[in-house]
């Protein structure tokens, strides 16, 4: 398996402009995780996912971020419109039940907004 | 809720030298107690997990033992390189019910080791 793939690896978009962030987790994992990373804040969950439906959204910050498990094999997280304390690494995560709760996580998406 | 405290860093070292990283935990019930490594440029890995009391995650060479009675899974290694510079995260899986599967992580504590 290829591991967690997330896209786009690196993002600079102007303050407004809407982001999306991708995600493929590990086929078979019924968990899938994100995070924000920042050196302020460290590392934050932001929501997750039990078999494609979202379980815990208490840490996405605002209206302004959504995010959606359309499949089993892809997530999307987007902020909409987008402000420079946005600015962080997202990351995200896929795990199973038979797996023991260790987390895969991808390479992550460093997102600049200007 | 459920916490995971780690030591203050930055923690500098020489090549070769004994590292200890202190992690205590607040939580309810059973959890499994994780230590996560992230190298520059990558994300999080699993370095090593404990599942119960007494039970000791090794990897590469770190060592980690689950201690119930003080609520602690600090981490060592008794010889490090300075290929193990990066940053390293304890974290504790809730025990079950509806938040099973979601971790809950330290700070992290950033490592440099000198050749």
């Known amino acids: 398996d290829a591991g967690v793939i997330q896209s786009p690896r690196h993002e600079v978009t102007e303050m407004g402009q809407e982001v999306t962030l991708r995600c493929k987790p590990i086929s078979g994992h019924d968990y899938l995780f994100w995070y924000r990373q920042t050196m302020m804040r460290g590392l934050e969950l932001l929501i997750y996912f039990n078999n494609n439906v979202p379980i815990d959204d208490s840490g996405m910050p605002e209206d302004r971020f959504s995010a959606k498990m359309p499949n089993a094999s892809f997530s999307t997280l987007k902020i909409q419109p987008s402000e420079p304390r946005d600015s962080a690494v997202y990351f995200c995560?896929?795990?199973?039940?038979?797996?023991?709760?260790?987390?895969?996580f991808g390479a992550g998406s460093r997102l600049t907004v200007l | 809720g459920n916490s995971v405290t780690q030591m203050e860093g930055p923690v500098t070292l020489s090549e070769e030298a004994f590292l200890t990283i202190n992690c205590t935990y607040t939580a309810t019930g059973y959890p499994s107690l994780f230590w996560y490594v992230q190298y520059p440029g990558e994300g999080l890995q699993l370095l090593l997990k404990?599942?119960?009391?007494?039970d000791k995650g090794s990897n590469k060479g770190f060592e980690a033992t689950y201690r119930k009675e003080t609520t602690s899974f600090h981490l060592e290694k008794g010889s490090v390189q300075v290929s193990d510079s990066a940053v390293y995260f304890c974290a504790l899986s809730d025990a079950g019910g509806t938040s099973y599967g979601k971790l809950t992580f330290g700070q992290g504590t950033i490592l440099t080791v000198h050749p």
């Open positions: 995560a896929s795990s199973s039940i038979e797996g023991a709760n260790v987390l895969t």
């Open positions: 404990a599942t119960k009391a007494d």
